[in-house]
C-alpha cells in the first residue's frame, strides 16, 4: 500500500459551520490500478477535464489486423505491475471497460535523445523509464515518480483544465521533454486524423490532436507552457507518406522549425539545465481552439508555483470530501470510503473552456449559458447509483450534468439523449436509454426544477426513436426479438425500466397521458418472463422461445455482460411484480440464496472483458453492473436481514486497499457510488423512484453535509466486524416498521439509527 | 465561340451617374479553359468564395507513387477537350500553376445509381456524363450545360459563399443527387484527412471536408439545401480500415443514416419527381462552422428564385465591368477586354462569413472587424500588375487584402507575410516575398493610409526571416549563394526589388533609417551581374560564378521558371542603371531586341510547367511572369517606340477568343492585369512606384470610372489594326515628354490622349 501525505489538517469549511477534516488523507488513488480496476493513479481534481497520469504501455488495439484483448489491461494507460513508464498523458478515463484518450503524452528524459517509445522488455530501446512502486507517491491532485532511467523526479498536479508538471533533473545536460502526438490510449493504427503543433516563441507551444476512435471525430486542443526557454527542440514525422511537399522543402522542418502537421508526430524540446535545476510545464486542453487552451492556462494557472497549485487541488478535493464525515471500526474502512468518493468525483468531467464554450455533436462551438457542460457520460453503468448519489451530494453538479445531456439531445442528429458519449461524439456503448432514468431521478428528487417540457420530450423523443437497437420491434411488440437485436432480453428489461423511469417523470410533472403510455410500456418484462423455465429467456419475432437456452451462460443468451440468473432480476421499479412472477418470496428467496451460493464455472464468463473471477460471489456478479440492486431485492421478500451479511460481505470482499483492491472496473464511480450508498446503510435499487432500500452499514457514523445546508446523518449503534446484522432502525428516533426511507427524509436533514448486532433479527420489518 | 447571353440593357449606375453598359455581355467564361489557361467556366460572382464550376476529370496527383504530369491540366478541374463531365464543384484557383480545392462535387444523375465517377474512356462506367459544348453556356454567374447521359439540364450560379444548383430531370424518376466528398483537384491520395456529414433533415444537409494537400491543414464546411424533399439517401464509404466499430454494428449506417464520418465518403440523395421536374440545391460554405455556412445561406440566399440569384449575380459583375467602359476597333477585342477584367476580379477570394468570422493561420477563428479578409494570393504573379490595377479599379477591395496579409503576418507563427497563402495555410509557393511589394504599392499610392507601422513592420521583419529561402545568406553576402539554396539569382533579384519597394514604402511614411537600409539592400541585383558574359548569373558561397553556364536554359542555372535572357532584365526598380550596366541603350536595345526574335529551342523549357510553346515570343515569354515588365523597358533607353508594336503583338497574340485563347497560365488574373493595363496604354514597371510606363493602348477611348468619383479617360486617335504607333501623347491637352505618367494624374481624373499612326516616330520621348 502506498504511503498517504497529511498535506493539511483541520480547515475551516467555506460552507458553513462544519469544520473540514483532512480527508484527502484517506484517499488511495492506486486503489484499482492492477488488474481490472482500470482506475488511474494520476493527478487531476474533482471532475476535472484533465486527468495527468502516468501510461505504464500504450498498447496497440490490433496486431496484424486483429482485436488485441491485451488493450483492456490499459483502459486507463497504467498498469500496477508495469516495470516502466512510458509518459503522462493529459486525459484518461476512470475505471471504463473501453476506452480511448491518453492525449499529450509528455516524458522528460536526459542524456540521448530518443524518440520512439521502446518497449517494456527492452526499456533502453526507447524514451520510457523504468520505475518501482517504492518511490512513486498518489494523492488527490498529486502524484509523483522517480523515473529511475533519467533519475529525473517527476511531480504531476493539476487544476480543472491544466496539468502541471514538475521534473527535477539530476542532470541538467541534455534535459528533454518528449511531446508525443502519437501516443495515445486503446491505440487504433491511424487512430490520429491529424496532428497540428506550433512552437509560438521559446517558452510556448500549441496544436491540436483529432483523432476517430472510441469517439469517431474527437479533436483536443493544447497549449503547452515552460517556465524557462527552449534551448532547441524538433521532432520526427512517421507519416508513411505527405501530400504535398513542393516548396516545404526549402526548410529542414524536423529542427527549429516552428510549425508541423501530420498524423504521426512526435516532437521534443531541449533545455540548458544545470544538475538538480526544476523543470516546470503546463499543459492546458480545450475542445475549442488553441486560444481557448491558452486562456484556460492564463485563468486557472497564472503562475509557476506548482505547490500552491497542488494545495488549491488538495482544497478543492477536502471540500468535496468532507460532504461525508465517517468514523469507521477500521482504518481501512475510512481509505475504501474517501476513495471511493474520490472516484466517484472523477467524472463526468467538465468539458468545455473557463469561458464556457465548447464544441458540440454538431461539431460547432456553443457557449453553455447559465451552466457548466459534462462530457464523458458511461449511463449504462452511472445511472444505477452515481447519478443518483449525486442527487444526495452533488445535485448542482447533477443539474448542470442533465443539462448537459439535454444540450447533446439538442445538438445531436439522432433524436436522441446521450447512451454513453465523450468529447462530443456518441460512441454509443452498451444497451438502453438511461439518459432517460438520470433526468427522471433528478426531477422526481427536486434536483431538476425548470425546463421540465425539454426534458420530457427529450426522454420521450429517445424511448421512440425506432431505428436504434430494436426500440421499432419493441414498440410494436413488446420485447425486441432476439432476431432482430442481440441481447434482446438485456434491451427488453432495461427499456422497461427506463419507459417505468419516464412514466414517473410524467407523472411528476402533470403529464398524465405520457404517464399512462410510459407505465404501460414500463410492464414489457412480463413479455420475455418464462414462467417453465422461471428465467427472462429471448423470445423469437414469432413469438417462440429461442432454442438452447442455458441460464449460466453469458454468450449468445440474449444477455449482454451477463446471464439469465443474474439479468432475470432485473426488474428494479417492480421488484412485488417480479416476486409474484417467480414463484412468491419462498422461491425469489431461493434464487437470490443459490445466486449468492452456487458454483458459476469460468467458462460461464470467459472472454466477457467486463466480467472476472475478482468480481464474483457464487453466481453474483457484482464486478459489473446489472446486478448492483440484486441484494437489496431481499427487502421485498419476507426475509429481508438476508441482504444485510451479504451487503458487508460484498463491501468487504469487492472493495479493498491496495492496488488490486477493486473487484472489477470502477465504470467511472458506479462501483464506487454502490460502495458509499451501501457502507451509509441505503440504496437506490429503482432510480426514478424517491424511495431507498436500507441494508447494513459499514461506518459507525455518517455526517452528510448537504448542499442545501441541511444535515443528514447516518448512525449503527453497537458496529463491529461481527455485527453485521441490523436489529432495528430509527429515524429522527422513531422506529421504521418498513425497509425504506425516503429521499426528502434526507434532504431535510436529520438521523438514521440503525442498531446492529451478531445474529439476525428475522423479523425485521415483518410483513406479518 | 460560345454563344452569349444578353441579360440585360443599360442600367443606371449605383454609384453614381455614368449609365451602367450591360458589359457582362462581353465576357466569355471559356477564354482560357482549353489547354494552358487554367481557367474554369463556371458561376461565381467578383471575389466570390464559391467558385461553381464543372469538373471535367479529378486526375490523381500520383500514380503508383510518382507525380502524374496529367494533373497540371486540371488546375482548375476543366479541360475544354474532354468530352465527359464528373460534377460540379464549390472551389477553384483562376488560372493558378498548381491547384488544390475542387470541395463538395455535386452530380445528378438519374436511373441505376452508380457511386464512382467512371473513367473518361469508359463514362457509362461511373457517374459522370458526356456532354456538348453545343450544349452548354457559360456566362458571367451562370453555367448551364446539358448532361446527355441523363438528359439532365443542369444551371449553376452563384453568390458570394453559396452555389446554387438547378436541375431539370427529364426523367423524374430514380433521380439522385451525388455529394462525392472523395473527390478533388490535385488528388493526392490521402488528401482527405476527415469528413464528415449530417442529414440534418429531409432538406439539409451539413458537413465538412479537411484535407492535406497544397494547403497542409485546410478545413471547409458545408450546408446543402434541397427545395424538394429527400426521399431516401445513403452513402459508400471507401476507408481502408475504421478504427472503431464496437456498438455502431448496430446500425446500417450506408441507408437512411444521418450522420457520418471518415476519409472516403460518396454520398447520395434520391428525390421522387416527375419528368421536367426542376430541383435547386444550394451549397453554401463557410471556413468557421456548419452554422456558419447555414447562416452565410440564408442571409445571402433567403429563397429559391434561381433566376433573381442569377440577374444579382450579373449585376454585380456589371457592377465591376463598368468601372471600365471601353470602345475598340474590333468586337473581339471588347470580349478579351470584359473576359481580362473578369478574370482579373476573379480573386483574391473573400474568406469569411457573412459575420466577419474566418479561419486564420494559427487555426482559430478570427472576427475580421471592419474589413473583408480575403485568401488565395498567387503573390509572385499578382504583385506585379493585378495589384496595382486594383490601386485604380479596387482600391477598397486591395485595402481589404493588405488587411487581410497583416492579419495572416500577425497569426502566422512565422515573422512573414503571405507568399502564395490560401485557406488560412502557406503554401510557400515561389520566391520572394512580394506582400512587400503589393503593400508598398498601397501605400505610396495611397490605397492604405492607416496602420502604416505595422505594414511596414510586417515588410521589414519578413525580409529579415533569414531560414526563408536564402534571406540569411541573402543579408550576410548581398546575395543567395546558389550552393545555399537553388533559383538563386532569381531570388537575389526579385528579394531586391521587394527592398527597394520596402524603402519606398519607408520613405512614404517618414522612416528614412528603414528606408536607407533597403535602399542599399535594393543594390543587391548588382552582386549576380557577370559582366563578363553580360547575364545576371548564380555566384557560389565562396564569391566565384557557378560554371557551366547556358543562359538559355531554364533548369540549373540560378533561375526559377526562365532563363537568364529574361530573368537578367529584372531590375524593375532599377532600369537606368540596369541598361549602364549591360552596357548602355545600344547593346541593352539589341539585347531586347534579340529577345523578341531570336528562337528558343524546346529542351531549354520543356518540363517546365509554367512555360510553353503558346506563351513564347522569339525567347521572350509572355506565359509566365518574370518578363511582364520587358517590354516597357525599351522606355528606358533612347527608343521607346519599340516597344508599341510588340505590344500590339503580345496584346493580340497571347489574348485571344475562343476556350484556347491565353497563352499561358491566367495566374489568378496577373495575365490579365497585364492585357488590361497594356491594353489602356500604361504599365506598372515597378511597383512601389507611383510612375506609370506608357506603351500603345489597343482600346479607342475607354472611360475610367474610379472610386473616388473621378473619370480618367484614355482615347486612342487614329486607332486601327495598323496604326500600332504612337506619334504623341497628350496628358489633360499637354504634350508629354516623356514616357511616363503619375498615379494621381490617373485618380484625379483626367484625359490621356494618344495620337496613333502606322509607323513609328522614332523621336518620340526623345531624350535630346
Same mark, same amino acid.
Given at each position: 500500500?502506498?504511503?498517504?501525505?497529511?498535506?493539511?489538517?483541520? =480547515?475551516?469549511?467555506?460552507?458553513?459551520?462544519?469544520?473540514? +477534516?483532512?480527508?484527502?488523507?484517506?484517499?488511495?488513488?492506486?486503489?484499482?490500478?492492477?488488474?481490472?480496476?482500470?482506475?488511474?493513479?494520476?493527478?487531476?481534481?474533482? #471532475?476535472?477535464? /484533465?486527468?495527468?497520469?502516468?501510461?505504464?504501455?500504450?498498447?496497440?488495439?490490433?496486431?496484424?489486423?486483429r482485436y488485441n484483448p491485451e488493450v483492456y489491461r490499459y483502459?486507463?494507460?497504467?498498469?500496477?505491475?508495469?516495470?516502466?513508464?512510458?509518459?503522462?498523458?493529459?486525459?484518461?478515463?476512470?475505471?471504463?471497460?473501453?476506452?480511448?484518450?491518453?492525449?499529450?503524452?509528455?516524458?522528460?528524459?536526459?542524456?540521448?535523445?530518443?524518440?520512439?517509445?521502446?518497449?517494456?522488455?527492452?526499456?533502453?530501446?526507447?524514451?520510457?523509464?523504468?520505475?518501482?512502486?517504492?518511490?512513486?507517491?498518489?494523492?488527490?491532485?498529486?502524484?509523483? &515518480?522517480?523515473?529511475?532511467?533519467?533519475?529525473?523526479?517527476?511531480?504531476?498536479?493539476?487544476?480543472?483544465?491544466?496539468?502541471?508538471?514538475?521534473?527535477?533533473?539530476?542532470?541538467?545536460?541534455?534535459?528533454? /521533454?518528449?511531446?508525443?502526438? !502519437?501516443?495515445?490510449?486503446?491505440?487504433?493504427?491511424?487512430?490520429? &486524423?491529424?496532428?497540428?503543433?506550433?512552437?509560438?516563441?521559446?517558452?510556448?507551444?500549441?496544436?491540436?490532436? +483529432?483523432?476517430?476512435?472510441?469517439?469517431?471525430?474527437?479533436?483536443?486542443?493544447?497549449?503547452?507552457?515552460?517556465?524557462?526557454?527552449?534551448?532547441?527542440?524538433?521532432?520526427?514525422?512517421?507519416?508513411?507518406?505527405?501530400?504535398?511537399?513542393?516548396?516545404?522543402?526549402?526548410?529542414?522542418?524536423?529542427?527549429?522549425?516552428?510549425?508541423?502537421?501530420?498524423?504521426?508526430?512526435?516532437?521534443?524540446?531541449?533545455?540548458?539545465?544545470?544538475?538538480?535545476?526544476?523543470?516546470?510545464?503546463?499543459?492546458?486542453?480545450?475542445? /475549442?481552439?488553441?486560444?481557448?487552451?491558452?486562456?484556460?492556462?492564463?485563468?486557472?494557472?497564472?503562475?509557476?508555483?506548482?505547490?500552491?497549485?497542488?494545495?488549491?487541488?488538495?482544497?478543492?478535493?477536502?471540500?468535496?470530501?468532507?460532504?461525508?464525515?465517517?468514523?469507521?471500526?477500521?482504518?481501512?474502512?475510512?481509505?475504501?470510503?474517501?476513495?471511493?468518493?474520490?472516484?466517484?468525483?472523477?467524472?463526468?468531467?467538465?468539458?468545455?473552456?473557463?469561458?464556457?464554450?465548447?464544441?458540440?455533436?454538431?461539431?460547432?462551438?456553443?457557449?453553455?449559458?447559465?451552466?457548466?457542460?459534462?462530457?464523458?457520460?458511461?449511463?449504462?453503468?452511472?445511472?444505477?447509483?452515481?447519478?443518483?448519489?449525486?442527487?444526495?451530494?452533488?445535485?448542482?453538479?447533477?443539474?448542470?450534468?442533465?443539462?448537459? !445531456?439535454?444540450?447533446?439531445?439538442?445538438?445531436?442528429?439522432?433524436? !436522441?439523449?446521450?447512451?454513453?458519449?465523450?468529447?462530443?461524439?456518441?460512441?454509443?456503448?452498451?444497451?438502453?436509454?438511461?439518459?432517460?432514468?438520470?433526468?427522471?431521478?433528478?426531477?422526481?428528487?427536486?434536483?431538476?426544477?425548470?425546463?421540465?417540457?425539454?426534458?420530457?420530450?427529450?426522454?420521450?423523443?429517445?424511448?421512440?426513436?425506432?431505428?436504434?437497437?430494436?426500440?421499432?420491434?419493441?414498440?410494436?411488440?413488446?420485447?425486441?426479438?432476439?432476431?432482430?437485436?442481440?441481447?434482446?432480453?438485456?434491451?427488453?428489461? $432495461?427499456?422497461?425500466?427506463?419507459?417505468?423511469?419516464?412514466?414517473?417523470?410524467?407523472?411528476?410533472?402533470?403529464?398524465?397521458?405520457?404517464?399512462? +403510455?410510459?407505465?404501460?410500456?414500463?410492464?414489457?418484462?412480463?413479455?420475455?418472463?418464462?414462467?417453465?423455465?422461471?428465467?427472462?429467456?429471448?423470445?423469437?419475432?414469432?413469438?417462440?422461445?429461442?432454442?438452447?437456452?442455458?441460464?449460466?451462460?453469458?454468450?449468445?443468451?440474449?444477455f449482454i455482460e451477463g446471464n439469465a440468473w443474474n439479468y432475470?432480476?432485473?426488474?428494479?421499479?417492480?421488484?412485488?411484480?417480479?416476486?409474484?412472477?417467480?414463484?412468491?418470496?419462498?422461491?425469489? =428467496?431461493?434464487?437470490?440464496?443459490?445466486?449468492?451460493?452456487?458454483?458459476?464455472?469460468?467458462?460461464?464468463?470467459?472472454?466477457?472483458?467486463?466480467?472476472?473471477?475478482?468480481?464474483?460471489?457464487?453466481?453474483?456478479?457484482?464486478?459489473?453492473?446489472?446486478?448492483?440492486?440484486?441484494?437489496?431485492?431481499?427487502?421485498?421478500?419476507?426475509?429481508?436481514w438476508k441482504s444485510q451479511d451479504k451487503i458487508r460481505m460484498?463491501?468487504?470482499?469487492?472493495?479493498?486497499?491496495?492496488?488490486?483492491?477493486?473487484?472489477?472496473?470502477?465504470?467511472?464511480?458506479?462501483?464506487?457510488?454502490?460502495?458509499?450508498?451501501?457502507?451509509?446503510?441505503?440504496?437506490? /435499487?429503482?432510480?426514478?423512484? =424517491?424511495?431507498?432500500?436500507?441494508?447494513?452499514?459499514?461506518?459507525?457514523?455518517?455526517?452528510?453535509?448537504?448542499?442545501?445546508?441541511?444535515?443528514?446523518?447516518?448512525?449503527?449503534?453497537?458496529?463491529?466486524?461481527?455485527?453485521?446484522?441490523?436489529?432495528?432502525?430509527?429515524?429522527?428516533?422513531?422506529?421504521?416498521? $418498513?425497509?425504506?426511507?425516503?429521499?426528502?427524509?434526507? !434532504?431535510?436533514?436529520?438521523?438514521?439509527?440503525?442498531?446492529?448486532?451478531?445474529?439476525?433479527?428475522?423479523?425485521? #420489518?415483518?410483513?406479518?
Open positions: 500500500m502506498k504511503k498517504i501525505l497529511f498535506t493539511g489538517l483541520m =480547515v475551516l469549511s467555506a460552507l458553513g459551520i462544519q469544520a473540514q +477534516e483532512d480527508l484527502a488523507q484517506y484517499v488511495d488513488p492506486m486503489i484499482g490500478t492492477a488488474k481490472m480496476g482500470h482506475t488511474y493513479p494520476g493527478a487531476t481534481v474533482p #471532475f476535472g477535464s /484533465v486527468q495527468l497520469s502516468p501510461d505504464t504501455d500504450t498498447i496497440p488495439y490490433e496486431v496484424n489486423g483502459c486507463a494507460g497504467y498498469q500496477y505491475d508495469d516495470a516502466t513508464i512510458v509518459g503522462f498523458s493529459h486525459t484518461h478515463f476512470s475505471g471504463t471497460g473501453h476506452s480511448d484518450l491518453g492525449d499529450f503524452l509528455v516524458m522528460p528524459t536526459s542524456g540521448p535523445l530518443q524518440l520512439n517509445p521502446g518497449t517494456a522488455m527492452d526499456p533502453d530501446s526507447g524514451y520510457r523509464s523504468r520505475f518501482s512502486h517504492d518511490r512513486e507517491n498518489a494523492s488527490p491532485a498529486y502524484y509523483q &515518480v522517480e523515473l529511475d532511467d533519467y533519475d529525473i523526479n517527476a511531480e504531476l498536479t493539476a487544476t480543472t483544465r491544466v496539468g502541471v508538471h514538475r521534473y527535477t533533473f539530476s542532470e541538467g545536460e541534455d534535459a528533454h /521533454v518528449i511531446l508525443d502526438l !502519437m501516443s495515445g490510449i486503446y491505440n487504433y493504427d491511424d487512430k490520429n &486524423v491529424w496532428t497540428f503543433m506550433r512552437v509560438e516563441n521559446d517558452t510556448l507551444v500549441t496544436g491540436f490532436r +483529432e483523432t476517430t476512435g472510441w469517439a469517431r471525430t474527437r479533436k483536443v486542443f493544447f497549449a503547452l507552457s515552460f517556465d524557462k526557454p527552449i534551448a532547441h527542440y524538433g521532432n520526427r514525422k512517421y507519416d508513411e507518406k505527405q501530400a504535398y511537399r513542393g516548396f516545404w522543402g526549402r526548410f529542414n522542418e524536423s529542427e527549429n522549425f516552428p510549425e508541423i502537421a501530420g498524423r504521426k508526430i512526435r516532437a521534443y524540446f531541449d533545455f540548458d539545465l544545470k544538475d538538480g535545476d526544476e523543470l516546470i510545464a503546463k499543459l492546458a486542453i480545450s475542445p /475549442v481552439s488553441t486560444e481557448g487552451a491558452i486562456r484556460n492556462m492564463q485563468e486557472e494557472t497564472p503562475g509557476w508555483d506548482f505547490d500552491a497549485i497542488r494545495q488549491a487541488g488538495v482544497d478543492r478535493w477536502n471540500k468535496e470530501l468532507n460532504k461525508v464525515q465517517v468514523s469507521t471500526i477500521r482504518d481501512s474502512d475510512k481509505v475504501n470510503f474517501y476513495t471511493a468518493m474520490y472516484h466517484a468525483f472523477l467524472g463526468p468531467t467538465v468539458y468545455g473552456d473557463v469561458d464556457g464554450r465548447y464544441r458540440g455533436l454538431d461539431m460547432n462551438i456553443h457557449q453553455a449559458d447559465g451552466f457548466t457542460n459534462y462530457t464523458s457520460f458511461s449511463l449504462w453503468d452511472t445511472y444505477r447509483a452515481l447519478h443518483p448519489l449525486f442527487n444526495v451530494l452533488q445535485p448542482a453538479r447533477n443539474r448542470d450534468m442533465v443539462k448537459s !445531456m439535454l444540450a447533446h439531445f439538442d445538438q445531436s442528429v439522432h433524436p !436522441m439523449l446521450p447512451i454513453w458519449s465523450h468529447y462530443a461524439n456518441e460512441n454509443w456503448c452498451m444497451i438502453g436509454y438511461h439518459s432517460a432514468s438520470v433526468i427522471a431521478d433528478a426531477v422526481v428528487k427536486g434536483t431538476v426544477t425548470s425546463d421540465l417540457d425539454h426534458a420530457l420530450n427529450a426522454a420521450v423523443t429517445t424511448a421512440k426513436t425506432a431505428y436504434f437497437d430494436g426500440i421499432g420491434s419493441y414498440m410494436e411488440m413488446g420485447y425486441v426479438p432476439e432476431d432482430v437485436s442481440g441481447a434482446s432480453v438485456s434491451k427488453t428489461l $432495461e427499456y422497461a425500466y427506463d419507459d417505468w423511469a419516464i412514466a414517473q417523470m410524467a407523472s411528476a410533472i402533470g403529464k398524465e397521458e405520457i404517464a399512462r +403510455e410510459f407505465t404501460g410500456r414500463a410492464g414489457n418484462y412480463k413479455n420475455v418472463f418464462d414462467s417453465q423455465s422461471g428465467f427472462m429467456r429471448p423470445k423469437l419475432k414469432d413469438g417462440s422461445w429461442k432454442r438452447g437456452f442455458d441460464p449460466l451462460d453469458t454468450h449468445g443468451q440474449g432475470s432480476l432485473y426488474v428494479p421499479h417492480a421488484p412485488e411484480q417480479m416476486i409474484g412472477m417467480m414463484g412468491g418470496d419462498v422461491r425469489f =428467496v431461493e434464487h437470490l440464496d443459490s445466486l449468492f451460493s452456487m458454483d458459476l464455472p469460468d467458462r460461464y464468463f470467459a472472454n466477457t472483458e467486463d466480467i472476472s473471477r475478482e468480481g464474483i460471489i457464487g453466481n453474483y456478479v457484482h464486478g459489473n453492473e446489472p446486478s448492483h440492486h440484486v441484494v437489496y431485492l431481499y427487502n421485498w421478500t419476507d426475509q429481508p460484498i463491501l468487504r470482499a469487492m472493495y479493498q486497499t491496495g492496488a488490486d483492491g477493486l473487484g472489477g472496473n470502477d465504470d467511472f464511480g458506479q462501483m464506487s457510488a454502490w460502495y458509499l450508498f451501501s457502507a451509509l446503510g441505503f440504496y437506490p /435499487v429503482a432510480p426514478g423512484s =424517491v424511495e431507498y432500500a436500507l441494508g447494513s452499514p459499514l461506518v459507525e457514523e455518517a455526517t452528510i453535509n448537504l448542499e442545501n445546508g441541511n444535515t443528514f446523518t447516518v448512525e449503527a449503534q453497537n458496529q463491529t466486524d461481527e455485527n453485521v446484522y441490523v436489529s432495528k432502525v430509527l429515524l429522527n428516533g422513531e422506529l421504521l416498521s $418498513e425497509p425504506f426511507i425516503q429521499h426528502a427524509d434526507i !434532504m431535510k436533514g436529520g438521523k438514521l439509527t440503525f442498531i446492529m448486532k451478531r445474529r439476525p433479527n428475522k423479523k425485521i #420489518f415483518s410483513k406479518d
